[in-house]
Structures are given as structure tokens and as C-alpha cells.
């Protein structure tokens, strides 16, 4: 059996992945009828939103195509079961978080989701379907699902209400979008990368994307190669950035500039001037996850040098965080008690108020267990997300939230900058320095700031990887 073309999409998972994925389809794809499912009523509400800032992710250039497709060919609902039933594709774009406890705990994804969506799957679909594995999944997980599948059509082939002859290709699809320039990078991807078996259903898939997608930057390989190419992407820019921070303390400590030796290494056209920027530490749901994932794998094949190698990218992103936070401490004379401290930036990049692993929360983490009072300022992070962040944690009481980054440095005895929001740059950073505590002192770990200006002002500064 298989499907002649394709008409009707569900998505199960409405989230970062979902939400814009599905827009940008629906958007090229007029012919298609696409629903994303949630279980999470209170997100598919903000989805279903007149009022456009109530969307439950930012991102750049999404309102406009919510407000061109939804409710013509986009469809945002808790209607699994009949969605699934109508849709000849179905793309699982829920969570894989890391498994917190039992086996590979700390290490490989927590598959639950996933299951449930397969099981969601098997009970509703209709007919055939192909089913697209749109999360990042560890290798081999399209077995999983195929598993998943075959045994409930088998344990169904007697039932008289199940007559349906239900069929299954699976397909990985993997998503190379990163938070912030979603929409950019779905119109315009470098590759869209497909892998399975089924070379009927490869072509279902790929014709969706032909819409507006040039043919040659589609890549079509097998499934495990897929899935695997999906954790190296990530850990490849990962690397990249723990790279750079390294080197960003030995510029600190031998006078060189970061900045300056990242433009020297990177105008090599074999290296490239991307992902060269030191921060503190790279933040996001995936990088962490899909490392883990990859040493996971490396592990269980036998291959610890492999592991220890990856694992390293993910240690030196912990350390960089970890000296950011001392270094603050032992600049504000070893004591941050009844200090007053603005943070300002708490997702964990600019352009997205998703706060998942941001180097924010744990250097926040850090200064409010030296007794500081932290004062935190996101232009598009909700109060509640930030106070979220604390729930389980002793001294969460010294926490505010604040309105303006004005607010939050007012009488501070220091402002970190976290997040590269370019509105941080453009402050009244003079009418800042009046209004705090004197010595006034700016940590940049974004080296987004003039540090020459601010001197000037008056302000002690210390900047990211130069001394
Ligand atoms: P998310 O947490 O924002 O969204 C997942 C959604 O799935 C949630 O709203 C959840 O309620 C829903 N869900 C879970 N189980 C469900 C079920 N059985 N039925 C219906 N809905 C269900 O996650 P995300 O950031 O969109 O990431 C999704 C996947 O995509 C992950 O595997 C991630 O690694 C991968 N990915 C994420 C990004 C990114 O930038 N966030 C980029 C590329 C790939
Ligand atoms: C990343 C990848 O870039 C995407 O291709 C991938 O699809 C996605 O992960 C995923 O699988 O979830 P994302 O995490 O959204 O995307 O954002 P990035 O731009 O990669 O930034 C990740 C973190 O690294 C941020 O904290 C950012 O500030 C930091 N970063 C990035 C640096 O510190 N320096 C850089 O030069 C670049």
C-alpha cells in the first residue's frame, strides 16, 4: 500500500520544532491541509491566539505566517486521535529531553514521548502513513518505532474493527533550524537531509520540500545515517564554541584578544568565520543532549576514547560557565553578600525567549548562593518562566524580576550581561553608572560592549577573553 501524494500533514508536538516547521510548510504548501497536535492544552491556546504576542514561542517572522495560514491550511489543536487518522504524513516533533534516572541516565534521551507518540500512532492512524521522525533521536530509534508499530498491527490482524490493513513507512527528517533565525532557516536551509528505506516515501517527503527548496540541497542517505549525521551536526558547532572559550581564558591570561585571534583563525576559509564567538558557554535544549547522546552511543560500541573526546566539549562548556561565576566573586572582593547584582539576559541566546540550559541560569544559580541579590532583566522572557527556573532552589527569595534593564541595574553593585540582545548595547549606559553603587563594575561575557567607552564613564569592566 502507500500514498499517491501527499494532502494532509499531522504534527504531534506543537513546540519550537512543530510550531515553525509546520507555518513555513503550510505557508508553501496551500494544497496541503496541515494540523499540529499538542497535549499541552495551554500551549495549543496560545497558538490559537487572536492577539499575535501570545504565541507561545518568539520568533522572528512567525506572527506574519501564523497570520497568513492559520485557520486557512495551519491548524493548531488537541485533536490527536482524528488528526492522525486523516493525515497521510505525520512528523513527531515532541521533546527527547535527557533521561533522569535508571539506564543512560544523565546521558541518552528520555524516549517516552516518543513511545507515546508511536502508540498514538498505531492506535489512530488509518491505512498508510508515512511516519517522519522530525525530533533528534539516538541511532537506531526508527526502530523503536517501526517496532512499536508493526506489534500493534499484528496484535490487531484478527480484530473485526481493525480491517484497515494499516501500513507504516518510517522516515528521518531531521531539523537543522536554530531558535532565533527559525524562520530564516526553514525558508532557507542549507540541506534538508531525509533518510530511510522507502524510496516512495522519500520522494512523498522530499516533493513537500521541492516547494521551495532547491532539489540539489536535498540529501537522501539511509535512516541510521540520518539520525547519526543530526547528533555530529550539533556536535560539531558545540565543539566549535568550547573551542573558542578555551582559548578565550588563555587570552585573558596571556593579553591576547579573543575577538581578534577569532577573526585571524577564522578568515581561513577551511576553518570559517562561524560559531567563533566566546560567550559563556553555549546554552540551548540540544547541544548538552545530543553530545551526551553521542558519548552514550560511543560508550555502549565499545569506543571510550571516541566518548571521552565528545564528553570534553561538553566539560569545558561547564567550566567556562563555572570561572565566569568565580571570577565575578573574586572581583567583588570574595563576597557578594547584600550585594545587589543585575543579570541582564536570561535566555539563551538573543531573538528567543527559551530559557533551556542558558549559562544564565546557572551563573545566577552560583551568585545567589553567595547570599547576592540578583535583579534579572529579559526583553522577552515572562516573569514566571525566570521564577521557574528557581523553584527548588534556597534563596530564591533574594530573586527580582524586573521591567527594564534600567530597573534592574538601579543601585547594583554590578551588571552582568548574559545575553546578546542587541538593546543591551544600546542602553544610556551613563545614565546607568549614575544610578548604581560605586565601585560600578560590568562583566560582558557576550564582548558586546565598548569597554573603552565605558572606562570612560567610569565603570570597572571586565571583558571576555582580553585582559
Ligand atoms: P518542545 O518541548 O518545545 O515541544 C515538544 C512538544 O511536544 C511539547 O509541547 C509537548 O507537550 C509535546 N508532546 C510531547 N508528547 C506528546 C504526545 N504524545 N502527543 C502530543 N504532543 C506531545 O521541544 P522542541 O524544542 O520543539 O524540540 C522537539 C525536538 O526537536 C527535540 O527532539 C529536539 O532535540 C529537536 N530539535 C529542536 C530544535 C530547537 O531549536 N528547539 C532544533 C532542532 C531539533
Ligand atoms: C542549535 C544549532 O545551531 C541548530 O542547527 C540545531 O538545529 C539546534 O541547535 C538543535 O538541534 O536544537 P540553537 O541551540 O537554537 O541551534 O542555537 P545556536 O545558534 O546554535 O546557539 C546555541 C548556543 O551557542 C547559544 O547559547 C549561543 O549563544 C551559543 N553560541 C553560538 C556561542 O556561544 N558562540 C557562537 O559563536 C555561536
Request: hydrophobic share 35%; with cysteine; net charge negative.
Given at each position: 500500500m502507500s500514498v499517491k501524494s501527499v494532502r494532509n500533514i499531522c504534527c504531534i508536538g506543537a513546540g519550537y520544532v512543530g510550531g515553525p516547521t509546520m507555518s513555513v510548510i503550510a505557508a508553501h504548501c496551500p494544497y496541503i491541509e496541515v494540523n499540529v497536535v499538542d497535549i499541552n492544552e495551554k500551549r495549543i491556546r496560545d497558538w490559537n491566539s487572536p492577539n499575535l504576542n501570545d504565541l507561545p514561542i518568539f520568533e522572528p517572522g512567525l506572527d506574519?505566517?501564523?497570520?497568513?495560514?492559520?485557520?486557512?491550511?495551519?491548524?493548531?489543536?488537541?485533536?490527536?486521535?482524528?488528526c492522525i487518522a486523516s493525515a497521510d504524513v505525520i512528523f513527531i516533533s515532541v521533546n527527547t529531553p535527557i533521561k533522569k534516572k535508571g539506564l543512560g541516565a544523565g546521558f541518552t534521551s528520555d524516549l517516552k514521548w516518543v513511545e507515546s507518540s508511536a502508540r498514538q500512532i498505531a492506535k489512530f492512524s488509518e491505512g498508510h502513513t508515512i511516519v517522519v521522525e522530525k525530533s533528534t533521536l539516538p541511532v537506531k530509534?526508527?526502530?523503536?518505532?517501526?517496532?512499536?508499530?508493526?506489534?500493534?498491527?499484528?496484535?490487531?490482524?484478527?480484530?473485526?474493527?481493525?480491517?484497515?490493513?494499516?501500513?507504516?513507512?518510517?522516515?528521518?527528517?531531521?531539523?537543522?533550524?536554530?531558535?532565533?533565525t527559525a524562520i530564516t532557516n526553514l525558508e532557507n536551509p542549507d540541506r534538508v537531509l531525509i533518510g530511510g528505506e522507502d524510496m516512495q516515501a522519500i520522494e512523498l517527503i522530499s516533493d513537500i520540500y521541492k516547494n521551495w527548496v532547491a532539489p540539489e540541497k536535498i540529501i537522501t542517505t539511509n535512516i541510521w545515517s540520518s539520525e547519526l549525521s543530526k547528533l555530529v551536526a550539533n556536535a560539531f558547532l558545540a565543539q566549535r564554541i568550547s573551542s573558542i572559550n578555551s582559548i578565550s581564558a588563555l587570552c585573558e591570561a596571556t593579553g591576547a584578544n579573543i575577538q581578534e585571534v577569532s577573526i585571524a583563525v577564522g578568515?581561513?576559509?577551511?576553518?570559517g568565520n562561524e560559531f567563533l564567538n566566546s560567550g559563556p558557554g553555549f546554552g540551548g535544549s540540544c547541544f548538552k543532549k545530543d553530545i551526551l547522546n553521542l558519548v552514550y552511543l560511543c560508550r555502549y560500541y565499545g569506543l571510550s576514547e571516541v566518548a571521552n573526546y565528545w564528553e570534553n566539549v561538553v566539560r569545558i562548556n561547564s567550566w567556562q560557565q563555572n570561572r565566569i561565576s568565580k571570577l565575578i566573586i573574586k572581583n567583588l572582593f570574595g563576597t557578594l553578600s547584600d550585594k545587589r547584582i543585575a543579570i541582564l539576559g536570561f535566555s539563551f541566546k538573543a531573538n528567543?525567549?527559551?530559557?533551556?540550559?542558558?549559562?544564565?541560569?546557572?551563573?545566577?544559580?552560583?551568585?545567589?548562593?553567595?547570599?547576592?541579590?540578583?535583579?534579572?532583566y529579559d526583553p522577552k522572557v515572562s516573569k514566571d518562566k525566570i521564577f521557574g527556573e528557581f523553584e527548588e532552589m534556597h534563596g530564591k527569595d533574594s530573586l527580582k524580576?524586573?521591567?527594564?534593564?534600567?530597573?534592574?541595574c538601579k543601585e547594583a553593585d554590578a551588571v552582568i550581561l548574559l545575553t546578546d540582545w542587541i538593546e543591551f548595547k544600546n542602553l544610556d549606559w551613563n545614565k546607568i553608572f549614575?544610578?548604581?553603587?560605586k565601585p560600578a563594575w560590568v562583566f560582558d561575557t557576550r564582548i558586546l560592549l565598548n569597554k573603552k567607552y565605558l572606562n570612560q564613564l567610569g565603570f570597572k569592566v571586565w571583558t571576555l577573553g582580553s585582559s
Open positions: 506574519k505566517l501564523i497570520a497568513k495560514c492559520r485557520d486557512v491550511n495551519l491548524f493548531f489543536s488537541t485533536n490527536v486521535e482524528s530509534t526508527a526502530e523503536t518505532i517501526k517496532n512499536i508499530l508493526d506489534a500493534s498491527v499484528e496484535a490487531r490482524t484478527d480484530s473485526l474493527d481493525n480491517q484497515q490493513n494499516k501500513t507504516y513507512s518510517i522516515i528521518s527528517n531531521p531539523e537543522f533550524l536554530a531558535e532565533g578568515t581561513d576559509t577551511r576553518i528567543t525567549n527559551d530559557t533551556r540550559e542558558s549559562p544564565s541560569i546557572n551563573i545566577s544559580k552560583d551568585l545567589l548562593l553567595e547570599d547576592a541579590k540578583l535583579c534579572i524580576v524586573c521591567e527594564s534593564a534600567y530597573e534592574a549614575i544610578d548604581m553603587r
